[in-house]
Nanobody
Framework: QVQLVESGGGSVQPGGSLRLSCAAS????????MAWYRQVPGKERELVAR???????NYADSVKGRFAISKDNAKNTVDLQMNNLNAEDTAVYYC????????????WGQGTQVTVSS
């Protein structure tokens, strides 16, 4: 089993920045894909960014150039640096992890709220 614990959510004004962190623990063998998703009420959960152990990050079009995902393989953590936030970024952000290069999440964190408001 794997536990994912997120931190770093909160409230920020438009144009501000936040950094989310997620730490994985437990049976981490083969856990080489980590990602961030987000969800707003009434909508499906959407992929924000994904990264593999070997790099190759990919992003949703809506966050390209503003968000950056990074992974520390030694610490089994993944961060999401979010810059130039706007109201449309308001959501609950979830960390997820997958094994053996898969793109379907096997494990999810509990979620952390990000609110962008003036």
């Amino acid at each position: 089993q794997v536990q994912l614990v997120e931190s770093g959510g909160g409230s920020v004004q438009p144009g501000g920045s936040l950094r989310l962190s997620c730490a994985a623990s437990g049976v981490i063998f083969g856990l080489n894909v980590m990602a961030w998703y987000r969800q707003v009420p009434g909508k499906e959960r959407e992929l924000v960014a994904r990264i593999f152990d070997w790099g190759n990050p990919n992003y949703a079009d809506s966050v390209k150039g503003r968000f950056a995902i990074s992974k520390d393989n030694a610490k089994n953590t993944v961060d999401l640096q979010m810059n130039n936030l706007n109201a449309e970024d308001t959501a609950v952000y979830y960390c997820c992890a997958a094994r053996f290069g898969g793109t379907t999440c096997n494990y999810w964190g509990q979620g952390t709220q990000v609110t962008v408001s003036s």
